[in-house]
């Protein structure tokens, strides 16, 4: 399993992205969470294989259709952390 850290700008908050990417991740087997940022971001830590993860960013990219992504960053998470499931966090 591998870790990936997403943050995601632009018209991003109070549209449902964070139920449409908890909805996505618990499609493809992808455990962590989401939640919005104070500064008006969405902010995703993520584990799966290599395959869940690429399919997972596509769908983020493309977004729910209320959503505008102006940007979508992606960095290595951190090895360490563990998920047992896909969690909204408030």
Not at 23 to 32: I, M, P, Q, R, T
Not at 34 to 60: E, H, M, P
């Amino acid at each position: 399993m591998k870790n990936v850290e997403y943050k995601i700008s632009g018209y991003v908050q109070g549209v449902g992205l964070r139920y449409f990417i908890w909805s996505a991740a618990n499609e493809l087997g992808v455990k962590g969470t989401v939640k919005n940022l104070a500064d008006g971001t969405v902010y995703i830590c993520a584990s799966g294989t290599d395959d869940q993860l690429k399919r997972f960013k596509q769908i983020i990219a493309d977004g729910n259709g209320y959503s505008r992504i102006h940007e979508l960053e992606e960095k290595p998470g951190k090895s360490e952390q563990k998920f047992e499931n896909f969690l909204i966090l408030r």
